[in-house]
């Protein structure tokens, strides 16, 4: 995914928090370790220009453990995502999503 990011990419979350590409980087490596399985399935796309907007939902299973990956913990939610180009890259990835799904699970797996 780094791969794809433009040097001054910038990550937009569901609270309107803000990273820049060094901090987006170790954060999608963390979500990956707590959500391995982590999908997006992409119902409907509109394009303008260089923005790209992407409707449809997101989910996984959240592993409290590296490869703990219960059927208990999966959890899905609808989502939007905005994405724009610069050049071959991405510059800019905004979530829109209801975060609660995962921390139910979150919640429901503490000891």
Avoid at 58 to 86: F, I, M, S
Wanted: aromatic share 10%; hydrophobic share 35%; net charge negative.
């Amino acid at each position: 995914m780094a791969a794809l990011m433009t040097a001054d990419h910038r990550f937009v979350d569901s609270l309107g928090n803000a990273s820049g590409r060094p901090e987006i980087e170790g954060g999608w490596r963390q979500y990956f370790e707590m959500v391995p399985d982590y999908w997006i399935r992409i119902e409907r796309t509109l394009c303008d220009g260089d923005v790209v907007v992407l409707i449809g939902e997101a989910g996984g299973t959240y592993a409290p453990q590296t490869g703990d990956l219960r059927p208990q913990n999966e959890w899905k939610t609808p989502a939007v995502w905005v994405a724009r180009a610069e050049g071959r890259g991405l510059a800019e990835w905004r979530v829109y999503s209801d975060n609660e799904p995962i921390r139910a699970r979150m919640r429901e797996s503490k000891p």
